[in-house]
């Protein structure tokens, strides 16, 4: 019933940039917040960010804050994350996830519910 797919990611080199989509499908998410986490080969999942749809309030991981920035579009449910200034050290699988507003850490992956497929981010020197 309830669908994230992403999208935006693929191969570019340190200092790009690039967008990726998380389109919600199935339901309102209007009582939901939205949240990215990242994945690399051997390493633990990594809280990216986090955004509300009705509070609009925004929470980033310490690694990435700075340099991406999440939005979202509540009629259309997509969120996006803008990933400027990329490093080699964010290429990891990148995936959405949805969670109850007001329940749970936004930072922890077992606050959430519903997962995408994930999109794979690659940053070359």
């Known amino acids: 019933q309830v669908r994230l797919d992403e999208s935006g990611g693929g191969l570019v080199q340190a200092g790009d940039s690039l967008r990726l989509s998380c389109a919600a499908s199935?339901?309102?998410?209007?009582?939901?917040?939205m949240g990215w986490f990242r994945q690399a080969p051997g390493k633990e999942r990594e809280f990216v960010a986090a955004i509300t749809w009705s509070d609009v309030n925004t929470y980033y991981g310490n690694s990435v804050k700075g340099r991406f920035t999440i939005s979202g579009d509540n009629a259309k449910n997509t969120v996006y994350l803008q990933m400027n200034s990329l490093k080699p050290e964010d290429t990891a699988g990148y995936y959405c996830?949805?969670?109850?507003?007001?329940?749970?850490?936004?930072?922890?992956?077992?606050?959430?519910?519903?997962w995408g497929q994930g999109t794979q981010v690659t940053v070359s020197s």
């Open positions: 996830a949805a969670k109850v507003q007001r329940r749970g850490l936004y930072s922890d992956y077992a606050s959430y519910a519903y």
């Open positions: 199935g339901r309102t998410f209007s009582s939901y917040a």
